[in-house]
C-alpha cells in the first residue's frame, strides 16, 4: 500500500523559512525519485523539486536558490527547506514520486503573508 503524508506547512511572513516532511512508504520510495509539489488556488499543480536516488537534485527556477530538497533513505522521508519564502509561494504542498503515481497525500499548507 502506498502513503504519502506531509506536514509542516504553516503561516510565515515573506522572507521566512519552513521545513516540510514527506512520510512515504518503502514501496514508492525505494525505486523512485521523489518530489515536492505545489498548487496554489486556481493553478495547476507544479513539480518544484526533485531528488533522484542518489542524491541528484532539480528545481523549478521559480524556487532555485531558496528550496532544498533531501532524503533521508533509512527513515523513508523527505524534505523540504523553504528560505526567503514569497507570497506567491502560498500552496498546498504534496510529495510524490517523479513521475507522480496516482497515490497523493493530504498535502501540507503553506501561506505566505506579505
Known amino acids: 500500500q502506498v502513503q504519502l503524508v506531509e506536514s509542516g506547512g504553516g503561516l510565515v511572513q515573506a522572507g521566512g523559512s519552513l521545513r516540510l516532511s514527506c512520510a512515504a512508504s518503502?514501496?514508492?520510495?525505494?525505486?523512485?525519485?521523489m518530489g515536492w509539489y505545489r498548487q496554489a488556488p486556481g493553478n495547476q499543480r507544479e513539480l518544484v523539486a526533485t531528488?533522484?536516488?542518489?542524491?541528484?537534485?532539480n528545481y523549478a527556477d521559480s524556487v532555485k536558490g531558496r528550496f532544498t530538497i533531501s532524503r533521508d533513505s533509512a527513515e523513508n522521508m523527505v524534505y523540504l527547506q523553504m528560505n526567503s519564502l514569497k507570497p506567491e509561494d502560498t500552496a498546498v504542498y504534496y510529495c510524490?514520486?517523479?513521475?507522480?503515481?496516482?497515490?497523493w497525500g493530504q498535502g501540507t499548507q503553506v501561506t505566505v503573508s506579505s
Open positions: 510524490n514520486r517523479v513521475p507522480y503515481s496516482p497515490y
Open positions: 531528488i533522484t536516488r542518489y542524491g541528484n537534485t
Open positions: 518503502e514501496s514508492i520510495f525505494r525505486i523512485s525519485s
